[in-house]
């Protein structure tokens, strides 16, 4: 049971139904995650808009490989649960991929260059070294795409904290934190 209720849709603020109904209209339900950060119609606006615009990045393989291995930094079974379900069904990353970005890397050359900086950057707290940087950037990112990498962590550290504090009900198949496979 979650540590902080989550409102069904009916009981959310009213401010936050909208953005709720665009997420059920995109989604087709409106995963506990949505729920939970509507509590604050802000921070829900907030979320989404930083969401909407980061889903605009690189390619949807990469960000979920990105979220995967934040999540499995952090311990955040719900994280690993959703982006597990999404890597599978949207991205259609293999699971022997799902596995390799848990462990922060890929076995595609350009993407592990991503996963290992983002895994970096989450697990040092963003204090990268001049070798780090150097690596992303010789696998063929801009410095533009080094802010959204840094970003998507960013995103996904929110997620991941929010999740554990609350204690979010998974709603997505179960995936366990301490098994990264």
């Known amino acids: 049971m979650s540590r902080i209720a989550?409102?069904?849709l009916a009981n959310a603020p009213e401010a936050s139904r909208p953005i709720?109904?665009?997420?059920?209209?995109?989604?087709?339900?409106?995963?506990?995650?949505?729920?939970?950060v509507a509590l604050s119609p802000n921070a829900l606006t907030g979320f989404t808009s930083f969401s909407g615009a980061l889903a605009?990045?690189?390619?949807?393989?990469?960000?979920?490989?990105?979220?995967?291995?934040?999540?499995?930094?952090?311990?955040?079974?719900?994280?690993?649960s959703a982006h597990t379900y999404l890597a599978l069904n949207l991205a259609k990353l293999t699971p022997d991929e799902v596995s390799n970005a848990r462990?922060?890397?890929?076995?595609?050359p350009k993407a592990n260059a991503a996963v290992v900086f983002a895994d970096k950057v989450a697990r040092d707290r963003g204090h990268v070294s001049e070798s780090d940087l150097d690596a992303v950037r010789a696998a063929g990112f801009s410095d533009a795409q080094i802010v959204e990498i840094v970003a998507l962590v960013a995103e996904n550290v929110f997620t991941n904290f929010l999740n554990e504090v609350a204690a979010t009900e998974i709603d997505f198949?179960?995936?366990d934190a301490a098994q990264p496979d």
Not at 56 to 80: P, S
């Open 6 to 8: 989550v409102p069904d």
């Open 56 to 80: 605009k990045t690189l390619d949807v393989k990469t960000r979920e490989r990105i979220a995967l291995a934040v999540a499995q930094v952090n311990g955040c079974g719900y994280c690993l």
């Open 173 to 175: 198949p179960v995936v």
């Open 103 to 108: 462990r922060g890397g890929s076995v595609d």
């Open 20 to 36: 709720l109904d665009a997420v059920k209209a995109q989604l087709g339900v409106v995963p506990n995650l949505f729920r939970l």
